[in-house]
């Protein structure tokens, strides 16, 4: 999306928020905006509808938290709203879809499932949310790090000796940095691995991918 988004990503929580974003006509406004901010007007000239609806869909999307103000731009006595996406790429919190509480990875059992990564996922996912809309207020930063890199095991004996590798690596780490007494900052760590596809490009010396 356009370097207009005022940020990278927005999370979209609630139903009501998800719906507004997942509406086919509003995800044609959101795909158009994603060019630049426009007014109804020029959105209406763009997509062969009316002002007036497509106005209506703004206000919605508007609400959710999905668009908001540029500028106003006058022409005659009626002012031109110019509207503008909140960020360049939308993630949509899996609970936002159904009435059930977000799955926590504790109540999944098998850490070794898909089932907890993707609830470990999706923790992650609203954990950082929330941070980043606290840090939005203050205009601070969020201190994070992320490893995105690929391995290649022949055979599954092969990929439980990596998770126990990993795992034990990780422990490691974490008890030299750990500071078990006194004051600090706490930190969540993840990792996971699940299989997917071959690499665009390959590379095990730098795993910041």
Known sequence: MSAAATAGVKF????GDARALLNPERRRLVDALASGPDSASGLARRLGETRQ??????????????????????KGSQPERVMRLVARQYVLDPAATGGSAPARPEDMGDRFSAGYLVA?????????????????????RVATTSINTTVRLPDPAAFQAFAADLTRAV????????????????????????PGSRPSRISTENPHD
């Open 12 to 15: 979209v929580r609630g139903a």
């Open 53 to 74: 609806r497509l106005n209506y869909h703004l206000r919605l999307l508007e609400n959710a938290g999905i668009v908001e103000l540029a500028e106003e731009r006058h």
């Open 120 to 140: 470990l996922a999706s923790r992650t996912l609203r954990e950082l949310a929330d941070l980043l809309d606290r840090a939005k207020k203050r205009r601070a």
């Open 171 to 194: 422990g490691q780490v974490v008890a030299r940095h750990h500071q078990a007494q006194g004051e600090g900052r706490w930190f969540r760590l993840v990792a996971g691995a699940y």
